[in-house]
């Protein structure tokens, strides 16, 4: 079980900023750019040519319109992608924290009762030795109270015994 709070918490969702902002500049990029601009650049280059913008091919009238505009896409998608990524470090920050805490206040309880649990025991330490004496004089008091009645009993077999032997003589006649 301590084992287990001592371990860092593997976050499951690995958070890759360099594909997740690739991913928003092309994404923006394409948003960003005029129909014309889009129809010309999947033939010639794909996706790959979304940040360059007029280098596609097209005629110089659109290509700077669009290279603008595609421009100002990328950067606000590299912007929206850091805002991203430094929200998901705070909140892994947090999350940190929070288990921080977690840990501290786990491990505090087990100190607490550590100490209350050698507190008790002591004390019951304690009364299991009183009770310990207080059977062990009980027992003696029974053991002598036993002896006693044995004692009684021997000596009333023996009074009846000489009783008995002393009938019998006097029976007997002496003889």
Known sequence: MINLVHKQPRIK??????????????AMAALAMPNSAQAQMCPNGGAGG???GGSTGETASTGGTSASSSATGALAAVQAAQQMMQMRQQRNEQYRQYLQQRREMYLASIRNNNTETKRSRRVSEKTAQA?????RL???ERIARNLERLNRIREE????????SETRIASTGGQ
Not at 15 to 25: D, K, L, N, T, V
Not at 131 to 135: A, H, K, L
């Open 50 to 52: 979304g940040s360059t």
């Open 138 to 140: 009980l027992r003696e």
């Open 13 to 26: 969702s690995r958070f890759r900023p360099c594909a997740a902002m690739g991913f928003a500049i092309v």
């Open 157 to 164: 077999i023996e009074a009846k015994a000489k009783a008995e």
């Open 131 to 135: 009770r310990r004496e207080e059977r």
